[in-house]
Nanobody, 118 residues
Framework: QVQLVESGGGLVQPGGSLRLSCAAS????????MGWYRQAPGKQRELVAT???????DLADSVKGRFTISRDNAKNTVYLEMSSLKPEDTAVYYC????????????WGQGTKVTVSS
């Protein structure tokens, strides 16, 4: 059974930092691209950051220079380092993995809430 478990969300003041983690079980993440999406209240889910199985990264324009995505295949984990947080970063953040070889399976985590407010 595949599980993605996010952690690290919470309440933070504007300008603050958080580190999200997503630990995968039941899969070998080395053959998956990994990413983070977010969904703010009343808005569609949007892509925040991706990291390929080879380690190449891409970030949404709205978070470039503030967020960093990384992965540790030995720990089956992907991270999202968030700094200089803004109220508009408030959302539920979801981890996503997509297989890059063989069947194109993808899986989602349950989400972790990030609230940026003073």
């Amino acid at each position: 059974q595949v599980q993605l478990v996010e952690s690290g969300g919470g309440l933070v003041q504007p300008g603050g930092s958080l580190r999200l983690s997503c630990a995968a079980s039941g899969i070998d993440v080395s053959i998956y691209n990994m990413g983070w999406y977010r969904q703010a209240p009343g808005k569609q889910r949007e892509l925040v950051a991706t990291i390929t199985s080879g380690g190449s990264t891409d970030l949404a324009d709205s978070v470039k220079g503030r967020f960093t995505i990384s992965r540790d295949n030995a720990k089956n984990t992907v991270y999202l380092e968030m700094s200089s947080l803004k109220p508009e970063d408030t959302a539920v953040y979801y981890c996503n993995v997509r297989r890059v070889t063989g069947p194109r399976y993808q899986y989602w985590g349950q989400g972790t809430k990030v609230t940026v407010s003073s």
